[in-house]
């Protein structure tokens, strides 16, 4: 009798074009589904950064060793398309809020354009209450379903592009390329400020995160068509996609070995900071390198 070989565990990464109204937690269990139906090994799933239930797009899923990278996607730049309704600001800062503040006014189109160089480059910003920053262990808005009064401390973050792309008198429509910790709903509400207006976000998509894009991104439709067809492999990318900006530094079997056990290699010729240490095609640490010296970040078990 032949015994079928087990198949082999999943380790690297899907990216899901997330579906407005889903979280993130309920698109890692729809990925851990995915992967029972397809009759494959269980294994570690997490995600790459959290993106509103009220917002699609790009949703980076960890899986196996790749979830010990899921920190580093959450530091990566994002870039988005979102809209801005004037005439109202809501609790959330999104059309599911209720109602705070109201503004007849409106802007034209050259008040939007001339203020948008104020939202380009280093900037302040008070993220918004209902958010998953944690107040003493605490979602914020956790506190503010319960009743409390939030104060949320402001961040410094970077806009690194801002665009009008479309207009009218009630709605404005940009593309941001943004840096890690940016609420787009909080810069939403300063733009319609600086215009002396209110607003929300009635629109908001995910087209980047990282090296990940919305033209790697599928459906939770596909995927389960996928899966159901025995093709789950085709839609994973590698453990190092997620690091596509850190350079590979090739090992020998003999620093392969040192490193899986968590030893410093010394004499090392590579660049300075972050390096992926390869031994042929398998990851094996991702280092950080200081002088000669090369430390273990993130230890990988293949």
Sequence with gaps: MTLSQPSPALHGW???????????????????????????????????????????????????EATKLAG????????????????TETDSLDR???????????????????????????????????????????????????????????RDIVIHDLVLTDFSP?????????SKGTYIRS?????????????????LRRLKSGPFTSEQAISLDKLMEMAQAGKLYQML??????LDDIPALAVSSDQAKALRQGQKLIGVNARFGLNMAMESQTPIALIEVIGQEARVLRGFNF
Excluded: M, W
């Design 72 to 87: 580093y996607a959450l530091n990566s730049d994002k870039a988005y398309a979102f809209t801005i309704a004037f005439g």
């Design 187 to 203: 810069l939403a509400r300063d733009i319609a400020h600086k215009l002396n207006c209110h607003g929300h976000v009635s629109y």
């Design 237 to 242: 990318l590698p453990l190092t996609a997620g």
């Design 14 to 64: 899907l990216v899901l074009d997330k579906a407005e109204g889903l979280g993130s937690t309920q698109a890692v269990s729809a990925v851990k589904r995915a992967i029972r139906i397809a009759g494959l090994p269980k294994v570690k799933v997490g995600h790459g950064g959290t993106l509103d239930p009220l917002a699609s797009g790009v949703l980076p899923i960890a899986l196996g």
């Design 96 to 154: 599911e809020g209720s109602v705070v503040a109201q503004s007849d006014t409106r802007p034209n189109r050259e008040a939007v354009e001339a203020i948008l160089p104020y939202f380009q480059g280093p900037i302040h910003q008070i993220p918004p209450v209902y958010s998953a920053l944690k107040i003493d262990g605490k979602r914020a808005c956790d506190r503010v379903r319960a009743g409390e009064t939030v104060t949320v401390k402001g």
């Design 170 to 178: 009630d709605h404005a429509s940009f593309v941001a390329k943004v």
